[in-house]
């Protein structure tokens, strides 16, 4: 797994597992304080940092990058797979919060264990990560498969 850069302590952390893809980049938008197509209402979660963990690197926009420090929320993101519990346990300990948004998604008609692997064992991982370091809040979506 690598690390953009050190998560400094935070209360408020948010975790945005799958950060990088469609759902994943806007609601980072949204946790950071918006950007220019979009602000969240006065009721919208704050938080001081936001970390970012994907299978692919995150990369933000300058306009995305000024958006988020002029609302002081700090950013780090780490590569690494659902499937692998260190990955999970380095990017979630200190979180207040964890968004689980990754999955595979396929359409073939064939059986996939990968699907599987990643959507059913790597949501478990998540589940049981969250648990066993204290996290009280777990947001998950899921895709039909």
């Known amino acids: 797994m690598q690390h953009q850069s050190e998560t400094p302590d935070?209360?408020?952390k948010a975790v945005v597992?799958?950060?990088?893809g469609f759902l994943g980049r806007r609601l980072v938008a949204m946790l950071s304080g918006g950007?220019?197509?979009?602000?969240?209402?006065?009721?919208?979660p704050r938080f001081d940092h936001v970390h970012v963990f994907d299978r692919a690197p995150f990369v933000e926009t300058d306009a995305e990058r000024a958006s988020r420090e002029?609302?002081?929320?700090?950013?780090?993101?780490?590569?690494?797979?659902?499937?692998a519990k260190a990955d999970l346990i380095a990017a979630i300990t200190g979180a207040h919060t964890v968004f689980h948004l990754a999955s595979l998604v396929d359409v073939g008609l064939k059986k996939n264990t990968t699907i599987e692997e990643i959507n059913v064992?790597?949501?478990?991982?998540?589940?049981?990560?969250?648990?066993?370091?204290g996290v009280p809040f777990l947001v998950y979506t899921s895709t039909e498969d």
Do not use: F, H, M, Y
């Open 17 to 20: 597992i799958g950060g990088c």
């Open 121 to 133: 064992g790597g949501t478990r991982n998540v589940v049981e990560v969250c648990q066993a370091l």
């Open 10 to 12: 935070s209360k408020r």
């Open 70 to 83: 002029r609302g002081g929320v700090g950013l780090t993101s780490s590569t690494g797979d659902v499937r």
């Open 35 to 44: 950007d220019a197509s979009l602000t969240p209402s006065p009721e919208w």
